[in-house]
């Protein structure tokens, strides 16, 4: 059974970067065809698809966060960490980590909702704010 975990600071300031890390057990974040994304909720709305790393350490990322993100790995501690430069209080949002299973990364782009994904991290509050 793969568990993801997220972990870092549940405060940022605007204009500062958000950095976190997704901490991966049973299972290694190199096997073959599995993708590793962020997905964030603001209050109140739905689900957003940020970015994944796959088990090559390819990424992509939503157009409309692409200039502001960067996704990297750690194989040696099963991690990835998402860094999101520049945060302003509209980027104020639980922030999940998810994996699935997949022969394309054309079919992870954009995918957000929780049927796409066979693993979820429990999710992080993260508060943009002075």
């Known amino acids: 059974q793969v568990q993801l975990q997220e972990s870092g600071p549940g405060l940022v300031k605007p204009s500062q970067t958000l950095s976190l890390t997704c901490t991966v057990s049973g299972g290694s974040i190199t096997t073959i065809y599995h993708y590793w994304s962020w997905i964030r909720q603001p209050p109140g709305k739905g689900l957003e698809w940020i970015g994944y790393?796959?088990?090559?350490?390819?990424?992509r990322f939503s157009p409309s966060l692409k200039s502001r993100t960067s996704i990297s790995r750690d194989t040696s501690k099963n991690q990835f960490t998402l860094q999101l430069r520049s945060v302003t209080p509209e980027d104020t949002a639980v922030y999940y980590c998810?994996?699935?299973?997949?022969?394309?990364?054309?079919?992870?782009?954009?995918?957000?909702?929780?049927?796409?994904?066979?693993?979820w991290g429990q999710g992080t509050q993260v508060t943009v704010s002075s």
């Open positions: 790393i796959d088990y090559s350490g390819s990424t």
């Open positions: 998810a994996s699935r299973l997949s022969l394309s990364g054309d079919s992870v782009v954009g995918r957000g909702e929780r049927y796409d994904y066979t693993y």
